[in-house]
């Protein structure tokens, strides 16, 4: 049979227009697949050489858009860590919280946009209408509701308006009420995990060579948690699990992404629980003179999709020397995509991409 | 998970019948939150216009302009921020750096125009702009934009808690009012430099001082240079327009700590002290300073008094090569700063430090040498090519009230106190005066009496026609002289020197003042019939101002002075009085009475006489 090149992006159905891969087909059947990035580099890291420390935190966040939040955290702990400065207790939960919501509205996101590429519709609007709900309480935290601009270095921008944990209890305890529907509707639904099962399967050996962390390995029956093995923020003041799956396939990751959430929402009731009282912003230095002692930091923290590294330098000037993130969706959007698509239907790129929630800005930021 | 059947999934069609989640916006208004971060508000009354709102924002959206309808006053500049919303991404950097908190974001968000040109916008707020900030009942989010905007609908604001500045300074360390009242020595200990780099970082650098500087100094930039751990750097910008640190950097009035942006909501930057690190911190200004006198011009100046204005003018024209001569009837440099402040404020060698570096520069001064007695003032004029006149206010004044002649004078006290053989003072005195010199006064009083009364129950009272809200005196000054255990009786004046039979002073008869200014505002004290009252005390200093002593001017030329409404010596804006090639600043000319102040004057008259001297 007759091999032919296809364009699965930037323009296409199953593509917002941000990445592109460039598949060699047989039929049907995808023999060899060649991702291509770089519709959305914006050069955040070499921007943020030219900008003072204050002025690098409005910024971050919006290196991906889908988990703002760790962003901005992983550039505090950089920070922190370079100019010694510490954090009071209870913005470590508060932190924790925030990161948290975070991550239950990340994920939510993400199950839109899986559930939509696979036709869900239904199930998509639900999880966008669930996201938004958690927006709304961003916005009372913060002011804004996708860009929170919140963490920053020294604590937190603001503690928690009155009242806002009932507000934050509450809320999750109307999204989890759905959990059972979308049980039905999804997770168990056999349109679904008939589609979703024995695809875009992934060793774990094979994705701990190609750099996978997150969900995609977490499917692999690993339990790696950057929040369990490295703790920061208020993650090891309170009980909580790490939850895995064995198979490797495109429904064991959404599975681990489903209990992740559960269990967020857990740990946030946990977590309000133990937050303790007192001041949640250390003052940071004038931030127009402000200057790090020179040094070099590496810190991490567990995004939505796995572990996000920051490799911060100071020359012991006013901005960064050299600015570094290690994104998740950079393993798995390049060379794991590319591993788990060959042999794969055509009709399945979509649905192997989402599963590992790849998020095009955070490959070429 | 329960067992799948492909039926299970139908059960989500009863949602179908149920009343829909979603709110279909604008039918069912949706409020955002009380933080949300919307357009810019502005209060144009408070924004002092420094300009740190632009600074840190982070993709230049904030432009500061100049708005001519506003008045440029010191500590308020008449610029304010505009925004950029094409650039703008309402992180609010500008909200948390706003030192007055006069800029907040608002909860509006809506702004749809065909003209980008409206996208760049000048924010104000309802309470200065009820034209665009439309009440509930008339707002219309249909019409909703930047000029049709909601009233009382703040956002995100600034908190003082996560400001990004430092509201409070780094305390000096001081003896406590216990230990100092007991001798003269110094009370402020001064910054470390650990302490000064510290407080120097609390500069925004925003500017306001220096516009509030009578001397214009680079403010900003000596301070930078102190939190650069840079102090030789700082010294030379200190040196561009103020010769006199070790002084200014003690007992400055800083008009410029008045203006900072941070006095609104904390305390100012400790601009003063700062400078004080810095002359302190540098034992010999002459390695750092590296300055020399210009190329020699054959042109001769000649100054009258050594105080800060005769020695910044020296110093100014040193630099330009001119020849300066400076005559002083003291015995040392510093004028009237070396005769008034009293050491615990203001040690001699820190004078003398200020006053060797001039002299270091080829400045020839001639102490203990009175014009118009040791030398003739016309034979100045005929010697010199220039003549600049910093006398200051060297004669005491006097209540003039009943038997007043038996009375102490403020400046012959001080100056007294400053040689070998201080005042001999009584165990219970009175000082009149509500000024900074009557709190000199009183406090040196209250220090000899510890010393020359030891164990003793002392006394020292004071009695001025200003109430506490209108003492003329510093407020710290007041304060510290509470402190020290001063006895204050606000709104009383003098109206006899009661004496015993021996005619030794007894006391001061006081009444009750009903109003120290008239209408106008100008002095004219009122008093209430009836009320009286008697401080006792067996010396009695008065300290109610000083006036010029002119008494060196032949009285032929001093016809031809002209003087201005307030009895201040007319000069020109080159600081040339109306005799030719005599120029004067500081206290006989400026209403400010300080040494900046004498600075700033120095500095016009220097380049006025350097003018005067060239076209001649």
């Given at each position: 049979m007759r091999e032919l090149e296809l364009y699965f992006g930037p323009q296409h159905m199953g593509m917002?227009?941000?990445?592109?891969?460039?598949?060699?087909?047989?039929?049907?059947?995808?023999?060899?697949?060649?991702?291509?990035?770089?519709?959305?580099?914006?050069?955040?890291?070499?921007?943020?050489?030219?900008?003072?420390?204050?002025?690098?935190?409005?910024?971050?966040?919006?290196?991906?858009?889908?988990?703002?939040?760790?962003?901005?955290?992983?550039?505090?702990?950089g920070v922190e860590k370079l100019a010694g400065i510490e954090v009071p207790e209870r913005a470590q939960f508060v932190r924790s919280i925030y990161l948290e919501?975070?991550?239950?509205?990340?994920?939510?996101?993400?199950?839109?946009?899986?559930?939509?590429?696979?036709?869900?519709?239904?199930?998509?609007?639900?999880?966008?209408?669930?996201?938004?709900?958690?927006?709304?309480?961003?916005?009372?935290?913060?002011?804004?509701?996708?860009?929170?601009?919140?963490?920053?270095?020294?604590?937190?921008?603001?503690?928690?308006?009155?009242?806002?944990?009932?507000?934050?209890v509450e809320t999750l305890h109307s999204i989890g009420g759905c959990v059972p529907d979308y049980d039905t509707t999804f997770f168990n639904n056999k349109l679904f995990s008939e589609r979703a099962r024995g695809v875009g399967v992934i060793s774990r050996e094979e994705a701990l060579a190609m750099g996978g962390v997150g969900?995609?390995?977490?499917?692999?029956?690993?339990?790696?948690?950057?929040?369990?093995?490295?703790?920061?923020?208020?993650?090891?003041?309170?009980?909580?699990?790490?939850?895995?799956?064995?198979?490797?396939?495109?429904?064991?990751?959404?599975?681990?992404?489903?209990?992740?959430?559960?269990?967020?929402?857990?740990?946030?009731?946990?977590?309000?629980?133990?937050?303790?009282?007192?001041?949640?912003?250390?003052?940071?230095?004038n931030p127009l003179k402000w200057k790090i002692p020179a040094g070099e930091a590496y810190v991490r923290c567990e995004s939505s999709r796995g572990e996000l590294g920051l490799y911060l330098v100071s020359d012991g000037g006013e901005e960064p020397y050299r600015v570094h993130f290690r994104t998740p969706s950079y393993a798995h959007g390049l060379a794991i995509l590319e591993k788990t698509l060959v042999g794969a239907n055509i009709a399945d790129v979509g649905n192997i991409m989402m599963s590992m929630y790849v998020v095009a800005p955070e490959i070429d930021r | 998970m329960a067992k799948s059947s492909l039926?299970?999934?139908?059960?989500?069609?009863?949602?179908?019948?149920?009343?829909?989640?979603?709110?279909?916006?604008?039918?069912?208004?949706?409020?955002?939150?009380?933080?949300?971060?919307?357009?810019?508000?502005?209060?144009?009354?408070?924004?002092?216009?420094?300009?740190?709102?632009?600074?840190?924002?982070?993709?230049?959206?904030i432009e500061m302009i100049e708005i001519a309808e506003l008045e440029s006053v010191p500590g308020m500049k008449n610029e304010r921020p505009r925004l950029d919303y094409g650039r703008c991404c309402f992180c609010g950097l500008c909200v948390d750096i706003c030192p007055p908190g006069s800029l907040r974001l608002s909860r509006d968000y809506f702004h749809i125009h065909f003209d980008t040109g409206t996208f760049v916008f000048t924010p104000r707020d309802d309470k200065t702009d009820e034209e665009k900030f439309v009440p509930d009942e008339t707002y219309s989010v249909l019409k909703a934009s930047l000029s049709h905007r909601k009233r009382n609908y703040e956002g995100f604001s600034s908190d003082l808690d996560y400001a990004l500045f430092e509201p409070e300074r780094v305390p000096m360390p001081e003896l406590?009012?216990?230990?100092?009242?007991?001798?003269?020595?110094?009370?402020?200990?001064?910054?470390?430099?650990?302490?000064?780099?510290?407080?120097?970082?609390?500069?925004?650098?925003?500017?306001?001082?220096?516009?509030?500087?009578?001397?214009?100094?680079?403010?900003?930039?000596?301070?930078?240079?102190?939190?650069?751990?840079?102090?030789?750097?700082?010294?030379?910008?200190?040196?561009?327009?103020?010769?006199?640190?070790?002084?200014?950097?003690?007992?400055?009035?800083?008009?410029?700590?008045?203006?900072?942006?941070?006095?609104?909501?904390?305390?100012?930057?400790?601009?003063?002290?700062?400078?004080?690190?810095?002359?302190?911190?540098?034992?010999?200004?002459?390695?750092?300073?590296?300055?020399?006198?210009?190329?020699?011009?054959?042109?001769?100046?000649?100054?009258?008094?050594?105080?800060?204005?005769?020695?910044?003018?020296?110093?100014f024209l040193r630099l330009m090569g001119h020849e300066v001569v400076v005559f002083d009837e003291l015995e040392g440099g510093g004028g009237m700063i070396r005769v008034g402040p009293p050491r615990y404020r203001l040690p001699l060698a820190s004078i003398d430090k200020d006053v060797d570096y001039i002299a270091s520069l080829g400045v020839d001064f001639r102490f203990n040498t009175r014009v118009g007695k040791d030398v003739s003032f016309e034979g100045l004029r005929q010697e010199f090519d220039a003549v600049y006149l910093g006398v200051g206010l060297t004669k005491s004044r006097s209540t003039g009230v009943?038997?007043?002649?038996?009375?102490?004078?403020?400046?012959?006290?001080?100056?007294?106190?400053?040689?070998?053989?201080?005042?001999?003072?009584?165990?219970?005195?009175?000082?009149?005066?509500?000024?900074?010199?009557?709190?000199?006064?009183?406090?040196?009083?209250?220090?000899?009496?510890?010393?020359?009364?030891?164990?003793?129950?002392?006394?020292?009272?004071?009695?001025?026609?200003?109430?506490?809200?209108?003492?003329?005196?510093?407020?710290?000054?007041?304060?510290?002289?509470?402190?020290?255990?001063?006895?204050?009786?606000?709104?009383?004046?003098?109206?006899k020197v009661l004496l015993d039979d021996g005619?030794?002073?007894?006391?001061?008869?006081?009444?009750?003042?009903?109003?120290?200014?008239?209408?106008?505002?100008?002095?004219?004290?009122?008093?209430?019939?009836?009320?009286?009252?008697?401080?006792?005390?067996?010396?009695?200093?008065?300290a109610i101002g000083q006036g010029p002593d002119f008494s060196f001017v032949p009285e032929g030329e001093f016809e031809k002075m002209e003087f201005t409404a307030m009895r201040k010596v007319s000069v020109d804006e080159d600081g040339m009085t109306s005799l030719p090639g005599v120029f004067a600043g500081g206290d006989i000319v400026n209403i400010n009475l300080d040494a900046v102040t004498a600075i700033a004057d120095a500095k016009i008259a220097s380049e006025g006489i350097h003018r005067w001297m060239q076209s001649k």
């Open positions: 917002v227009g941000n990445f592109s891969i460039t598949l060699k087909v047989e039929g049907d059947r995808i023999l060899e697949a060649t991702a291509n990035p770089g519709y959305l580099h914006r050069g955040f890291e070499k921007l943020m050489e030219g900008r003072s420390w204050i002025k690098n935190f409005p910024m971050v966040c919006r290196i991906n858009l889908l988990d703002p939040d760790h962003m901005e955290m992983a550039y505090a702990m919501l975070a991550r239950v509205s990340s994920h939510l996101f993400g199950l839109w946009a899986y559930a939509n590429m696979l036709g869900f519709d239904t199930v998509s609007n639900w999880a966008m209408y669930h996201r938004d709900l958690v927006l709304d309480l961003f916005e009372e935290l913060t002011g804004g509701r996708v860009y929170h601009i919140y963490v920053w270095p020294g604590g937190v921008r603001r503690d928690f308006p009155d009242g806002f944990t009932d507000r934050v969900q995609v390995i977490r499917a692999t029956g690993m339990k790696y948690d950057v929040r369990k093995v490295d703790p920061y923020a208020a993650y090891d003041r309170v009980p909580w699990e790490v939850h895995t799956r064995d198979d490797g396939d495109a429904y064991s990751r959404i599975c681990v992404v489903r209990d992740e959430m559960i269990e967020s929402v857990h740990m946030i009731f946990n977590l309000i629980d133990a937050m303790p009282e007192g001041d949640v912003y250390n003052r940071v230095p | 039926l299970n999934p139908l059960k989500v069609a009863r949602f179908l019948l149920g009343k829909p989640k979603t709110t279909c916006y604008p039918f069912t208004p949706k409020e955002p939150a009380l933080r949300y971060r919307g357009f810019h508000l502005n209060d144009w009354d408070t924004c002092t216009g420094c300009g740190n709102c632009a600074e840190i924002c982070p993709n230049d959206a406590p009012p216990r230990e100092r009242k007991l001798s003269f020595v110094e009370q402020v200990i001064g910054y470390s430099k650990e302490e000064a780099v510290h407080e120097a970082a609390r500069c925004l650098g925003c500017g306001l001082c220096e516009d509030a500087c009578p001397a214009h100094m680079k403010i900003s930039d000596y301070i930078l240079a102190v939190y650069n751990d840079e102090p030789e750097e700082s010294l030379r910008k200190i040196y561009e327009d103020n010769p006199i640190p070790a002084i200014c950097g003690r007992l400055c009035m800083k008009h410029c700590e008045d203006a900072c942006a941070l006095r609104l909501r904390g305390e100012p930057v400790a601009i003063r002290w700062l400078k004080r690190f810095v002359s302190d911190s540098i034992r010999d200004y002459k390695t750092v300073l590296e300055q020399a006198p210009g190329q020699p011009t054959g042109k001769k100046v000649g100054v009258v008094g050594a105080g800060p204005g005769g020695l910044s003018v020296a110093y009943e038997n007043s002649e038996k009375c102490g004078l403020a400046l012959d006290f001080l100056r007294r106190n400053k040689t070998d053989r201080p005042t001999a003072v009584t165990k219970e005195i009175v000082v009149i005066g509500g000024g900074n010199v009557a709190m000199d006064v009183a406090r040196e009083a209250l220090r000899l009496q510890q010393i020359q009364h030891p164990g003793e129950k002392t006394v020292t009272r004071m009695v001025s026609l200003e109430d506490w809200d209108e003492m003329p005196a510093t407020s710290e000054e007041v304060e510290e002289a509470r402190e020290e255990g001063i006895e204050f009786n606000p709104a009383w004046g003098p109206k005619g030794n002073i007894k006391g001061l008869l006081c009444m009750k003042v009903k109003s120290v200014f008239d209408d106008e505002g100008r002095f004219a004290p009122t008093f209430r019939e009836g009320e009286e009252m008697v401080l006792e005390g067996t010396m009695v200093i008065e």
